[in-house]
């Protein structure tokens, strides 16, 4: 018998989420095949069959939180090997408050049909359809819903392939597609003793619990922010002369589908200021301060509960049409949380772009182990000063937080200027 372990899809990956099963007890796979389906803080990726053999059990259900790397999800039996019982793993439970505990370790199963451990699973509520169809939804979802009181039945997903996340859950919370008979969507009443140390008052609130990309997340740039010393640079870029350009170069464009965005502008001057000022696409280590060959450029995508940044790889070698094309589908897949680790891992620069929210200037967080990262404000029409007289432009504040330790301020200054002079004049871009 051969254990089937929870993989580790990523570097830093600890627990994920076996959010489905392809298969159950009894069925044959091959090496390649797809068994299941795991969420990591990221990403939906599938793990695909490494062996040849015959499903014998399933050690951990469907939608079940917390799974450990390593622990054994599944076990196969290979040809010539006779099917033993053998004590299942513990596995985790689904992080659901419960009123009363249950008395099976085992984990909460997504629907009744799930192929199971032997202990019986206790199944999450509304898993079917009147018409016997699987309800699909992700954990956060389900125990939004079951902390509500509302029917699954009566939600419509927006998630990868119909799957009820989140925002449904809100939306039908704010009678969306709630029914009319459920009750006030609220979470369950619970006692933060951190929060009640700082004089907020238990049942003054509701408390959502933290997935496992808001865990992910806070981590991640609280250490930024306590172990980096950064300091931020700003500059004002005048952008007419872009908006111009891009009228044009989508005019040209648009027979082949394609629309440039000012962020895909902003994307191909960082890269090739990047490479204009190859000191400033470096990254820190204690061994050396490593310089990038290429322009890796991570651009910030906002996502069902959290944030994630999909790359440009060798950006500097793009050209505008082919980096909106790569940055459309990038943001569509991440949204989708169906990018591959490879894809959002590893950038050398990243560049975060708040001005569709009408945000003018902010500072973003950097983000490990790349040295520094852009924050875009609105283009809007302010006054300036040409040739001594006054004048309207649109006008847009960018921001370079650096890491000090690898981009000091006349390194961050420099990238600054090569970066305004080509947003400034976007000619230089194309040639």
């Not at 300091?231 to 005019?251: E, M």
């Amino acid at each position: 018998m051969t254990d089937i372990l929870m993989p580790a899809l990523s570097p830093t990956m600890e627990e994920g989420v076996l959010s489905k099963w392809h298969v159950k007890v009894g069925d044959s796979v091959k090496a390649g095949d797809v068994m299941a389906e795991i969420e990591t803080d990221k990403a939906t990726m599938e793990v695909e069959a490494v062996d040849e053999g015959e499903i014998t059990e399933i050690l951990v259900a469907e939608g079940t939180e917390g799974v450990k790397v390593n622990t054994p999800i599944a076990r196969l039996k290979q040809d010539g090997e006779t099917a033993a019982a053998a004590p299942k793993a513990d596995a985790p439970k689904a992080d659901t408050p419960k009123a009363e505990p249950t008395k099976a370790d085992t984990p909460k199963a997504e629907n009744a049909d799930a192929e199971p451990a032997k202990a019986p699973a206790k199944a999450a509520p509304a898993t079917k359809r009147a018409d016997g169809a699987r309800v699909f939804a992700s954990p956060l979802a389900r125990r939004l819903a079951e902390q509500a009181g509302l029917d699954l039945n009566a939600v419509t997903g927006t998630g990868p392939h119909g799957r009820i996340v989140k925002r449904d859950i809100e939306a039908a919370g704010k009678g969306g597609d709630r029914p009319a008979t459920a009750p006030a969507m609220t979470a369950e009443p619970r006692k933060v003793q951190s929060l009640a140390q700082m004089g907020i008052p238990d049942g003054s609130y509701d408390l959502v619990p933290l997935d496992g990309m808001r865990k992910a997340i806070a981590r991640r740039l609280t250490d930024s922010f306590r172990d980096v010393p950064h300091f931020p640079l700003t500059i004002d870029c005048d952008i007419d002369g872009l908006l111009a350009s891009r009228v044009k170069v989508n005019a040209l464009l648009e027979k082949d589908g394609i629309k440039v965005s000012v962020n895909d502008f902003i994307i191909k001057a960082s890269a090739m200021a990047l490479k204009a000022v190859p000191e400033a696409n470096a990254s820190y280590s204690p061994e050396g301060i490593a310089l990038h060959h290429h322009a890796d450029v991570a651009m910030a995508v906002a996502i069902d509960g959290g944030l994630i940044t999909p790359i440009i790889r060798k950006a500097e070698t793009k050209t505008l049409s082919q980096i909106a094309t790569e940055s459309k589908d990038l943001a569509k897949r991440a949204r989708d949380r169906k990018l591959k680790p490879d894809e959002f891992q590893g950038g050398t620069f990243s560049v975060s772009n708040l001005g569709m929210f009408g945000i003018k200037a902010f500072a973003s967080i950097i983000n490990e182990p790349q040295g520094a990262i852009m924050s875009v404000g609105a283009g809007e029409p302010r006054p300036v000063v040409r040739d001594g007289q006054l004048a309207v432009a649109t006008v847009m504040t960018v921001t370079l937080t650096c890491d000090h330790r690898v981009v000091d301020g006349a390194i961050g200054a420099k990238f600054l200027q090569v970066f305004k002079a080509m947003i400034e004049n976007p000619v230089t871009m194309l040639a």
